[in-house]
């Protein structure tokens, strides 16, 4: 499940409060192409690697203090709250395909679900577990200034992982080593 958020400064830390459902993939109606579409180039095109700051995307969506809420185990078998706060996406965009690296801020990590409201909560920046990264690849692409593909992830298979060609790597672990230095 993926949801949008109001994130507001509080006394006692930051208080996320939910406004809707939505979606992160797909051309037609996920965020993340939604939101690197409005600030691609016509020159924009593939090879082609980008980054996408969500704080910044929705503040020039008129958007401010929205964040996406990316709820891990939604179905889990056993009782399970995992809320993560995404805060940025990095895209290498080639061959028809993008692999992408999310940075993200445990909220919840493997939390009784039964001692939270996930849809009106404050947590203070020292229970959040930041940061986080993870890595998956979309089918589609940037051609010409242009979100085309499908823009969503694969379906379930025993060979979804993504494979990084040196630059490809090169270039997210370059940009996981500046946000975690800026932790330390």
Known sequence: MYAIYQKQKDTDGYRYVFKEQTSLFGCNSGYIPYLLQKQLIAEATEPFAWKLDLKEAFEKEGMANSVLVINLKPNSKEANLSLYELVHVWGYSASGWTPIMIYIRGLFVD???????????????????????SMMYLSGTITQGKITGKWTTPGPSPTNSVLLWPDTFQYFSSEAQKIIENKA
């Open 111 to 133: 939390e009784d679900p039964q001692l939270f409201n996930d849809r009106d909560f404050i947590r203070k920046e020292e229970e959040m577990e930041d940061p986080i990264f």
